[in-house]
């Protein structure tokens, strides 16, 4: 009798152990499933966290004036990518809003200092082949040969590629024309030379009739070739009497130290040619900026 109950003891106690063994491997594993189950909600919240912080870093390094998403943003026209925040919106954009030789200005006629030695603007343009493209800020046309000059003060520069402002970028006597044709040139020591020519709402232009019939209505992936070559001289008008001053590029990033030749008479084109652009760009014009102590120089009139 006494041996049986030796013998129930030691199975009630190897009962009992096993049973503690078992509650604490339980208690292991369902503590371990539960960190794995926090794990990644905290890592989540982490996430968010770090998320925070570099975005407060961010935001604390961006002009208060601009909002902070606007860094990586393209530049447009409007909003708060507009103009007004070119400037802001990449470091290579600041001379938009730091630089002192901005274009486009007005053109105050009884302002502009005549130069009776200025030399006449010369152009060596020619029918030629181009593509065109709707690269989201206008229509360019870029030209498929380096043929094509213009030769002011001595320097030859080659046309690149031609677009449209509506309405025009520089005003006249403190009015804009109702679009504005800028033709860009490059010299060989990379210098940049720009001949604008205002253009006026009155017959139609058949000289742009094979731009018109292509106009890209949507932004474009790849330059579309055009089907007819571009009769480049018939793009402007006869008399190329010029004013000229030392500008800027009127998109980002600014850039200075542009020639800039206006002419002073402009070229027609119909209501519904300009209507036409315009439904692409309603309004794809720089507003004009402060000509400070620049000389506006005028052609002596034969």
């Keep these: 009798m006494q041996e049986n109950g030796r013998k129930k003891t ?3 106690r190897c009962r009992l152990t096993f ?16 960190q794995q189950v926090n794990e990644p909600q905290n890592s ?7 998320h925070n912080t570099n975005t407060s870093n961010v935001n604390s390094s961006i002009d208060s004036a601009v909002p902070a998403q606007a860094h990586t943003m393209h530049w447009s026209y409007e909003g708060e990518t507009g103009p007004e925040y070119w400037g802001a919106l990449e470091d290579d954009y600041s001379t938009c809003k730091r630089g002192q030789l901005q274009s486009p200005i007005n053109i105050e006629h009884n302002k502009l200092t005549t130069v009776n030695d200025l030399q006449p603007l010369k152009l060596n343009y020619h029918t030629s082949k181009a593509h065109i493209v709707n690269n ?6 870029n030209i498929d040969n380096n043929s094509n000059q ?16 509506h309405p025009s970028e520089h005003q006249i006597d403190g009015k804009h024309t109702e679009m504005e044709l800028h033709l860009v040139h490059k010299s060989e020591t990379g210098q940049t030379a720009v001949l604008g020519v205002p253009i006026i709402s009155e017959q139609e232009n058949e000289a742009f009739e094979s731009i018109w019939n292509q106009l890209p209505q949507q932004e474009t992936k790849e330059p579309i070739s055009l089907e007819q070559p571009i009769d480049i001289p018939s793009l402007l008008p006869t008399d ?7 500008g800027s590029l009127t998109t980002p990033p600014c850039s200075e130290e ?16 300009i209507a036409k652009f315009a439904e692409i760009f309603p309004d794809n014009h720089r507003p004009i900026q402060p000509l400070l102590d620049r000389s506006v120089q005028s052609e002596r009139v034969e």
């Design 258 to 273: 542009v020639s800039w030749v206006v002419l002073d008479h402009p070229i027609e084109m119909s209501q519904a040619q």
């Design 240 to 246: 190329l009497h010029s004013i000229r001053y030392t």
């Design 136 to 141: 989201g800020h206008t229509i360019q046309l």
């Design 150 to 165: 213009m030769i002011l003060e001595d320097t030859k520069y080659t046309l690149n590629q031609f677009h449209f402002h």
């Design 19 to 34: 049973i503690a063994v078992l509650i604490t491997l339980t208690t292991a594993c369902s503590n371990e499933q539960l």
């Design 44 to 50: 989540q919240v982490n996430h968010v966290n770090q």
């Design 10 to 12: 030691v199975i009630h």
